[in-house]
């Protein structure tokens, strides 16, 4: 798509030697919301094949909810602590297959009310207080 592109990396300061860029997407382009959706449907398509129809979820009037993704962000919905807990273990695993990591420092609850704590890789996440 973008033919002899090259790139270096930038760590701690230290730029690496330049490389050819064999595959992407440049900042900017067209393609990009299109294929980051397409990415973001076969997550949440892993998701519900990984957690099946018993999983926990919150149902309109046509469909089953289990999560809510937008742009980077990804909102698990459950009703107690285990399901919550097992959401969140199938979808790192699906992001961890793609490449992907969820980050615990960044990663909050919202709890209505659920049986915390809730972790991930040895991390508790955060519980967002509602206010009163």
Known sequence: MHDGMQARVLVGGVQSESFSVQMDVQQGCVLAPVLFNIFLLSVA???????GPDAAYTKTL??????????????????????????LDVISGIYSSLGLQINTQKTKIFVQPIA??????NSTLMEILSKS
Do not use: F, G, K, W
């Open 62 to 87: 046509r469909a089953q909810v289990i999560e809510l993704q937008y742009a980077d962000d990804c909102a698990i919905l459950t009703h107690n602590r285990e399901s919550m807990q097992r959401a």
């Open 45 to 51: 398509q892993l998701s519900y094949n990984a957690l």
């Open 116 to 121: 915390l704590p809730i972790n991930h890789h």
